[in-house]
């Protein structure tokens, strides 16, 4: 589970830029669905949760990083990091809503 400060933005965050699919909702809560049963869930922050970025960061494989990253910088999303080839992947880390970092990951051998 992670804390956010605004449960709308980080829903828009995770379904609009990285495309994922929501399993299950409720006013204070979002769970979205990363396959073979695991989940992402969010949480809006209360009196006794806090938004803590740097606890942590999150990866997600995608199909082209450069076009993601693209996608996140027209709807105004912080890059931390921008793409670089590392070893046999394409990687980059943009900031959720929260500034928790989300790392971004594709096969180089994907790109042209």
């Not at 399993?23 to 938004?51: C, P, Q, W, Y």
């Not at 980059?92 to 928790?100: E, K, L």
Request: aromatic share 8%; proline share 4%; charged share 25%.
């Amino acid at each position: 589970m992670l804390v956010c400060s605004d449960l709308e933005r980080s829903r828009n965050f995770y379904a609009d830029v990285l495309k994922l699919t929501i399993k299950s909702k409720t006013e204070v809560s979002i769970d979205f669905e990363l396959g073979n049963g695991a989940t992402l869930g969010i949480h809006k922050r209360t009196r006794l949760l806090a938004v803590r970025p740097g606890s942590f960061q999150l990866g997600f494989s995608v199909d082209d990083v450069d076009a993601l990253v693209a996608r996140a910088r027209t709807l105004g999303v912080p890059i931390f990091q921008d793409p670089y080839d590392e070893a046999s992947a394409r990687v980059a880390i943009i900031s959720d809503p929260d500034g928790y970092p989300v790392q971004v990951v594709s096969d180089s051998k994907k790109r042209g």
